[in-house]
């Protein structure tokens, strides 16, 4: 099993470009499913995360592949009328994101089995959402045996109205209602640039859809999709991820490929923890403070600040001048890289989905344990800062959303290398 070595006190300089965005591309790569024809994304990532739900799509029959050598970073996806519309337990399990392929299944098939979904373990997220969906549209909805079977001959319009935010049971009926019969309204639906990217590559197929990019999606229902050619967003976690490394090291560093527009929350954060922050032609400009000064975190549905980027924070905020207070608003059991952190000399105290954490004068190195994917990210992080050797293992947790990381840290001038 791979492990990354991360030695610290390096301070990260020059420039790295982001890799296209894991949480767009996998919708994406669903959405696939429904036009008659071949489509092509380009920039989709090339993560474990893609490869398993490339495989899933091989699995039901779908031609679904990563072009060989320079141009791996390309992928086609052709869906013929003769694929089985099931989603298997072993590979669905691994990733919980494998679920969106249910809605496309629905509108274009009629049928789908799909199993129940797996991913990490950071908290309960169920899929009663998404079921809640299809089922106003028309869908006839069983559970049995860890499986979800949805049948409709066609699908109709409904105004479905989520109970809470959900972007991946927002993507997923989109995509049924697409295809289907007459006006859909969502209510209370995601907000996210990933959302937006989904319905900016579904209106190029030719769906009808307003309002992607607020909390209500208009939907007129078409009968079919043409395929498409598209190259997928930055990653807006990768960016912030890379703009906190800059941060925690007091480095200069410049992210081409960021958008300040889909980091407003994590920009105004750095920037009253002491960072610099301006924007380029290009992207994004980090100059990190000496020692950051302590902010307070909530983090909330887009446009808060993003869930994703609550582990990087703490790792930066760990060596504050002073305490922060770090609220989890989204998942409830998403602070398990907190003892890894306290490995590391991070002071940081748990009380319930709220973290207080002192700023420490420095870190050490440490032998570590990733516990998830963000969570791997953040331990990565401290170990720049950290004095001597940082081991991280479990990086198949990084790997999942971070296409060679380690090799981006080390062109600004880190020392993270990768062993066997």
Do not use: W
């Amino acid at each position: 099993m791979d492990r990354i070595l991360v030695e610290g006190g390096r301070r990260l300089e020059g420039e790295v470009t982001v890799s296209g965005a894991k949480n767009a591309a996998l919708p994406l790569l669903a959405a696939g499913l429904l036009p008659e024809g071949p489509s092509t994304f380009r920039n989709v990532p090339d993560l474990a995360d893609v490869s398993t739900l490339l495989r899933l799509l091989r699995t039901m029959g779908v031609d679904a592949q990563r072009l060989p050598g320079e141009d791996r970073h390309v992928v086609r996806v052709h869906a013929v009328n003769g694929i089985t519309a099931e989603a298997p337990y072993e590979l669905v399990r691994t990733m919980r994101a494998s679920v969106l392929v249910l809605g496309p299944l629905l509108a274009r098939y009629g049928h789908a089995r799909v199993s129940l979904p797996g991913g990490c373990a950071i908290g309960a997220r169920p899929i009663d959402q998404h079921l809640k969906g299809f089922a106003a549209l028309g869908a006839e909805i069983q559970l049995e045996e860890g499986y979800v079977e949805a049948r409709a001959t066609r699908l109709r319009g409904a105004t479905v109205r989520f109970d809470k935010v959900t972007v991946t049971g927002t993507e997923n009926v989109l995509m049924a209602a697409v295809l289907a019969e007459g006006d859909t309204v969502l209510e209370n639906a995601a907000r996210e640039p990933e959302v937006e990217e989904l319905a900016r590559v579904l209106r190029a197929m030719g769906a009808q859809i307003e309002g992607a990019g607020t909390d209500t999606l208009h939907i007129h229902g078409v009968s079919r999709l043409r395929p498409v050619d598209h190259a997928i967003l930055p990653d807006r976690i990768e960016a912030g991820t890379l703009l906190v490394a800059a941060a925690i090291t007091g480095g200069d560093v410049h992210v081409r490929g960021a958008r300040a527009e889909h980091l407003d929350a994590l920009l105004s954060k750095l920037r009253e923890a002491g960072c610099s922050i301006a924007s380029t032609e290009a992207g994004l400009r980090c100059r990190g403070p000496e020692v950051p000064r302590p902010v307070d975190i909530q983090t909330n549905e887009h446009p808060g600040f993003p869930t994703d980027m609550q582990a990087q924070m703490m790792a930066f905020l760990s060596v504050a001048s002073g305490p922060s207070v770090i609220s989890e608003n989204i998942f409830e059991n998403r602070f398990m890289h907190v003892a890894e952190l306290q490995r590391m000399g991070a002071n940081i105290r748990v009380e319930g989905r709220t973290a207080v954490v002192k700023g420490v004068p420095h870190l050490s190195g440490a032998p570590v344990m990733a516990t998830d994917l963000r969570a791997s990210a953040s331990l990565i992080l401290a170990g720049l800062r950290a004095q001597g050797t940082t081991e991280l293992s479990r990086v198949y947790h990084l790997d999942r959303g971070y296409e060679k990381l380690e090799a981006k840290l080390s062109q600004l001038g880190a020392r993270a290398t990768r062993v066997k």
